[in-house]
């Protein structure tokens, strides 16, 4: 059974600092990764993808991938209350995003 | 607008009477899939198409079917829905360019 990991939280930060979200994997032979969003009552959207080991920027988000270690974190720098939601961490075994499994998600919450 | 419908949004039912629930995307994605959402075990696969006429399981097929006559659209159908289907339930359709996976609104199924 391939898995995907998150700590449920909640997880509390405080407004404008780093929030670090994290995931592990089962099956070492993973190929694409994505962090997607949830807020309460509403559908997932995608925050980010990465493929390749390393960080992966985009605006405050920062995905970062280690494969060897089977881990992929979410960063979320000057975190806003809008970024009060839950996360998702999805692996796809193959490339493309046809047959993801999700983690069960890590609830964040932005303290004003 | 680029959208997933699905159809009903709310649906409360008896156990053993057959349901449909409708999934349909307007961005001429080849990719489509259904997922169901409960406390405690994330988002998991029901069924998904790869494009018409091509369906194959996810990680928790039983119980459900699926068809996919044309490219827009694909529907979810319980022959005998059980109360352990009761959960949210999300259609997202995918296009071949992109790792962009679109989700529909969501469908809460209670079974009586």
């Known amino acids: 059974q391939k898995e995907v990991e998150q700590n449920s939280g909640p997880l509390s930060v405080p407004e404008g600092a780093i929030a670090s979200l994290n995931c592990t994997y089962s099956?070492?032979?993973?190929?694409?990764f994505f962090w997607y969003r949830q807020y309460s009552g509403k559908s997932p959207e995608l925050i980010m993808s990465?493929?390749?080991?390393g960080d992966k920027e985009d605006g405050r988000f920062t995905a970062q991938l280690n494969k060897a270690s089977q881990y992929v974190s979410l960063l979320i720098r000057d975190s806003q209350p809008s970024d009060s939601a839950t996360y998702l961490c999805?692996?796809?075994?193959?490339?493309?995003?046809?047959?993801?499994?999700f983690g069960t998600g890590t609830r964040l919450t932005i303290i004003p | 607008e680029a959208q997933v419908t699905q159809n009903p949004r709310y649906l409360i039912t008896v156990t053993g009477k057959k349901l449909t629930v409708t999934c349909s995307q307007n961005?001429?994605?080849?990719?489509m899939s259904w997922y169901r959402q409960d406390p405690g075990l994330g988002l998991r696969q029901i069924y998904y198409s790869m494009n018409v006429e091509v369906t194959d399981k996810g990680d928790v097929p039983e119980g459900y079917k699926v068809s996919r006559k044309e490219k827009r659209n694909f529907p979810l159908i319980l022959e005998s829905p059980s109360p352990n289907q009761t959960s949210l339930y999300f259609c997202?359709?995918?296009?071949?360019?992109?790792?962009?996976?679109?989700f529909g609104p969501g469908t809460r199924l209670t079974v009586l």
């Open positions: 099956d070492r032979g993973s190929q694409s």
């Open positions: 997202a359709s995918l296009g071949a360019s992109t790792d962009t996976q679109y």
């Open positions: 999805a692996v796809n075994w193959n490339f493309g995003n046809e047959k993801l499994t």
């Open positions: 990465i493929y390749s080991n």
């Open positions: 961005m001429n994605h080849e990719y």
